[in-house]
């Protein structure tokens, strides 16, 4: 195990990905972390479809979104993760939802995916989240049921080549501190 600065500051969106197969093992272990992310209540509300067969991730490709930089990566990639949330059960008790903001699936899915981009990357592994896509194309491939959502599409595997960090905020610019 890395240091877990190195681990966050290190990870990178990878888009270019080896020819070669994720072993199951190691698949588990980015599955581990899911299973152990923070989420509302302990709602666990994640499902996640683990893609490998190359029909599915072409018809997965053709989903996405004119220019979207990840495109390639979708076939290119070993496996996809379809990371999917079930509905009304993350901020909600009795059936009722509990704040204004309502259903907080993509939160918890934002953690978990967070989650599984750390681990994948100390275990060696590039991934890069995917969210801009035909969403209901994509949950019909993947034949996803009533009362979830595919959320997002990650394609993982051994990075070919890595990328600059793109530029981030200073601290300072961001950083409120006593009142906004
Ligand atoms: C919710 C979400 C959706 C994203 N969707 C896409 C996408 O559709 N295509 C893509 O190439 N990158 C996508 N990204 C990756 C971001 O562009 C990337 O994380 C950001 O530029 C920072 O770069 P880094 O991940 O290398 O630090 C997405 C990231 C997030 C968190």
């Known amino acids: 195990m890395g240091n877990l600065m190195e681990i966050i500051k290190g990870r990178r969106s990878i888009r270019n990905f080896l020819d070669k197969e994720v072993p199951d093992a190691i698949l588990n272990q980015v599955l581990e972390a899911v299973q152990w992310s923070p989420s509302w209540a302990n709602t666990q509300c994640w499902e996640v479809v683990v893609v ?7 018809k997965l490709q053709e989903t ?3 220019g979207n930089p990840a495109t390639k990566s979708i076939v290119e990639a070993p496996v996809i993760l379809g990371i999917c949330g079930k509905l009304e059960s993350s901020g909600y008790y009795k059936g009722q939802v509990t704040t204004k903001f309502g259903d907080w699936f993509l939160f918890d899915l934002g953690l978990a995916t967070q989650s599984l981009c750390l ?13 801009l896509f035909d969403h209901d ?6 034949q996803v049921h009533a009362g979830f959502e595919l959320v997002s599409l990650i394609p993982l595997g051994f990075p ?5 960090a793109p530029k981030r905020r200073e601290i300072s610019e961001f950083t409120h501190y006593d009142s906004f």
């Open 137 to 142: 194309k994509a949950r019909e491939i993947l």
């Open 119 to 131: 681990a994948a990357h100390d275990l060696g592994l590039g991934t890069v989240i995917t969210g």
């Open 160 to 164: 070919a080549k890595g990328s600059g």
């Open 64 to 66: 996405m979104s004119k």
């Open 52 to 58: 490998r067969k190359p029909e599915l991730k072409q």
